[in-house]
Structure formats: structure tokens, C-alpha cells
């Protein structure tokens, strides 16, 4: 054997050595790093796949994340920080609009679960005009809902006054202090809010049918480095809703675990009541496209973006119909 070949066998060698040092350790599982808005009522259905082992199932492990908002996450993800995030489309669309490289690879969520919620002294809506209205920035989810509630319901932006009044149970508190007329927010304040003297004027999924709630968002260069891993993600998640749905205790007490909520807090019963009764969520994470040009069309209205989109543009549908071939109950 000359030295040329012997060189380069060694060469292989130490290769194939560096290749079998750096792999992932015998029985180490791939894993998920996925974002969601912090915990609330709704953590039941967002973490059950994570916490009862529908990762395991399919063999990776789901690591989730929580933010206090929905523009970090999104941060991350174009970071590489995050391989997906749930959160509403309004958040999204503005940065796909530019170019950045967001997909909508899967709607868990669609049904708006957002409510319009008003002080004792406000009768209907009606009432409302010439009154304070609180919401969060402009061009937000509880913004751009509660004009469109609004405008369903026969006012418009010049019949009331908005108030930029922080987060959601802020904005709560001051319509029951009588601070605010009304304010928009989780339907998960319902019971709350009804309890203490409050009302509801309006229901998302009633005034705004067509405005897109929450979706997951990739990128395609996620997609396109982890597609198999992004499937099983999909595929453990979608029975990990099917089973939620059919198991309403187990739904809420994993809530309540999660989001650290008191036993008798009603929020996790009635944000799975909701969505058994109107139908919010669909387990098999199908991508409504009419709505997301809803409400890609209804930035626009709002000044949001500049001009319209095909939204087809910003979708992979891919992954998940990849998903639902992978689901193993």
C-alpha cells in the first residue's frame, strides 16, 4: 500500500469517526421546539399533545414555549430560534407581506374566540355610541376584532372612541370598574365578566364568522430541513385534539395545571364547552383559505397593509395532508 492511499483511508477513518461522534446518541429523540402565546384557559387542548405523550408516540419530543405576545415568537422563528409558533394571522401576515419567510402550514384554531364585552349600565350595542371603547395597539388582534364586531353590528370607527388600555384582563378589570363602555378579549372571560355584573354584546365567532383566529406558522426553510419531523408534529398534535375533544375533565384539568389556575376557575370548562358547541376547533388542522383572504383583505381595509395578496402565496399545505397519512389512531 502506498502512502497516497494510506492517507486517504486514514483521512475516511477519522471521518467516519467525527460522523459517529457527533450523531445523536442511541436513543436520544428528535426534537420540536414550538411557541405559544403564555398559558391560559385554553392550554387543555395547546399542550396535551406534549404533556400526554402523543410526541412519544411518533418519536420526537415537543418542547413548547411561551410568550407574553404574538410578535416575539414570530422573531424567533425567523430566527431559527423556534420551528413553529400558533398565533393569530394578523400578526403574521404583515411580515409575509414584505417577504419574510413565514408559511401557514396548519389551523388548529379557526373559530374566533374573542367577545366583545360591556359594563352593566350598556344595554345593547347600541349603547355604545359616543363611548370609550378599550383595546390593545392599533392594527392588534383585539383592534381590528372589536371594529369589525362593531361594524357587523351596525357602527362604525366614527360612533365610538378607542382607548388603548393594555392586556386583556386590564381591559376586562376596566369595563367592569365602569372605566370602560366596552372592550374586546378572550371569551374565556365570559363567566367572569357575567359574574361580576358584566355582559357580552357581541361573540367572534357570531359577528366576525370570517376572521381567522389562530394558525401555525413555519418557514420553509423549516419545512424544507425538517418535513418528516414538521409531519409527525402535525400528526401527534391532530390526535392529540381528536382525544381532547372527547375527554373534557382531563381537557380542563390539564388546563389548570398548566396556566397554574385555581380549582374552581370556570375559564378551562368554558373555553372547552365553547369549542365543542361552536365548533372552533377542527382536529384535522385543515388550512381555511377563504378566511385567511378574509383576513388578509381585512388588513387592508384597516390600513394595516398597503395592498392585497393571494394569501395561496404564504400557505404549505403540504406538511399536513403528509400529517394525516402518519396518524396511527
Known amino acids: 500500500m502506498n502512502g497516497k492511499i494510506a492517507r486517504t483511508l486514514l483521512s475516511l477513518a477519522v471521518t467516519a469517526l467525527l460522523a459517529t461522534a457527533l450523531a445523536k446518541p442511541a436513543g436520544a429523540a428528535d426534537k420540536w421546539r414550538h411557541g405559544v402565546v403564555v398559558a391560559k384557559g385554553d392550554s387543555g387542548f395547546l399542550f396535551m399533545a406534549s404533556r400526554k405523550g402523543f410526541d412519544k408516540k411518533y418519536d420526537f419530543d415537543i418542547e413548547m414555549k411561551q410568550f407574553t405576545s404574538g410578535v416575539t415568537p414570530l422573531k424567533a422563528l425567523l430566527a431559527g ?6 398565533v393569530s394571522p394578523v400578526v403574521a401576515l404583515p411580515a409575509m407581506n414584505k417577504g419574510a419567510d413565514v408559511k401557514v402550514i396548519a389551523c388548529a384554531w ?9 359594563s352593566g349600565m350598556i ?19 383585539p383592534d381590528l376584532f ?9 357602527l362604525g370607527d366614527h360612533d365610538v372612541e378607542y382607548a388603548v388600555v393594555g392586556s386583556s384582563s386590564s381591559r376586562v378589570k376596566a369595563v367592569l370598574g365602569g372605566v370602560l363602555a366596552a372592550a374586546a378579549s378572550s371569551s374565556e372571560f365570559e363567566p367572569m365578566v357575567v359574574e361580576q355584573g358584566g355582559k357580552v354584546l357581541l361573540r367572534g365567532v357570531e359577528s366576525t364568522p370570517d376572521f381567522l383566529h389562530v394558525c401555525i406558522m413555519s418557514t420553509a426553510k ?6 418528516d419531523l414538521m409531519a ?8 392529540a385534539y381528536a382525544y381532547a375533544l372527547a375527554h373534557r375533565d382531563e381537557v380542563i384539568a390539564l388546563s389548570r395545571d398548566v396556566a397554574h389556575l385555581k380549582p374552581d376557575d370556570p375559564a378551562p ?7 365543542v358547541r361552536y365548533k372552533t376547533i377542527t382536529p384535522d388542522f385543515a388550512i381555511p383559505k377563504a378566511k385567511l383572504q378574509w383576513t388578509e383583505d381585512m388588513l387592508v381595509t384597516h390600513g394595516v397593509l398597503p395592498a392585497s395578496r393571494d394569501v395561496s402565496a404564504f400557505i404549505d399545505d403540504s406538511v399536513r395532508v403528509d400529517a394525516a397519512k402518519k396518524l396511527r389512531h
Open 222 to 227: 423549516t419545512i424544507a430541513a425538517k418535513r
Open 110 to 118: 379557526p373559530g374566533m374566540t374573542y367577545s366583545l364585552y360591556a
Open 123 to 141: 344595554a345593547s350595542v347600541a349603547d355604545l355610541k359616543g363611548k370609550v371603547i378599550g383595546v390593545s395597539g392599533a392594527g392588534s388582534l
Open 146 to 154: 372589536t371594529r369589525e364586531a362593531l361594524k357587523a353590528a351596525g
Open 81 to 86: 430560534e423556534l420551528d413553529s409558533f400558533e
Open 232 to 239: 409527525r408534529f402535525l400528526a401527534a398534535n391532530m390526535e
Open 269 to 275: 370548562a368554558f373555553v372547552f364547552d365553547e369549542a
